[in-house]
């Protein structure tokens, strides 16, 4: 009775929050570009260390609660996210998900050399560099100038 009246008056303190922690209702409530794209979304707990899978997990939840199974930029963040965290299967899986029927712009042709990437189809992720290099600048689009020799490097 006296430890129970000790731990009324003097009450421990909370438990820490787990280094991935984040308001999940308050995730679901953003609207799309702030929490794809803002520092707020997911990207708020992807930058903390160890936690890309709960990253991952969240624009996962994020997809499939908010019904945006045609959102190709949620299935490529969460396909780079379970990448890194070894879940290549899943990530291979998810890239393929984020094809577009119609590729103006090379999406797919992006898609292509982040499979190939994981696979290490060297060969693959060489000629889908070269069918990006081929097509005009898109502005806003920065695979062909910036990802793909990146991964280029990394693969070779």
């Known amino acids: 009775m006296l430890s129970l009246f000790i731990a009324l008056l003097f009450p421990a303190e909370p438990p820490p929050q787990p280094r991935c922690a984040h308001d999940r209702e308050a995730m679901l409530a953003m609207d799309w570009f702030s929490f794809d794209q803002g520092p707020d979304g997911w990207r708020s707990v992807s930058n903390r260390e160890g936690c890309y899978e709960a990253a991952a997990d969240l624009v996962q939840i994020y997809r499939s609660t908010l019904g945006l199974s045609d959102n190709t930029t949620l299935y490529?963040?969460?396909?780079?996210?379970?990448?890194?965290?070894?879940?290549?299967?899943?990530?291979?899986?998810?890239?393929?998900?984020?094809?577009?029927?119609?590729?103006?712009?090379?999406?797919?042709?992006?898609?292509?050399?982040?499979?190939?990437?994981?696979?290490?189809?060297?060969?693959?992720?060489?000629?889908?560099?070269?069918?990006?290099?081929?097509?005009?600048?898109?502005?806003?689009?920065?695979?062909k100038t910036e990802i793909l020799p990146r991964m280029r490097r990394a693969g070779q």
């Open 76 to 143: 490529v963040h969460e396909a780079q996210l379970r990448a890194s965290v070894g879940e290549t299967s899943r990530a291979i899986d998810l890239f393929e998900m984020a094809r577009h029927d119609e590729d103006p712009f090379g999406w797919n042709i992006y898609m292509d050399a982040s499979v190939a990437f994981l696979r290490g189809n060297r060969e693959a992720l060489r000629d889908a560099r070269a069918r990006l290099a081929a097509l005009p600048i898109r502005r806003n689009f920065s695979t």
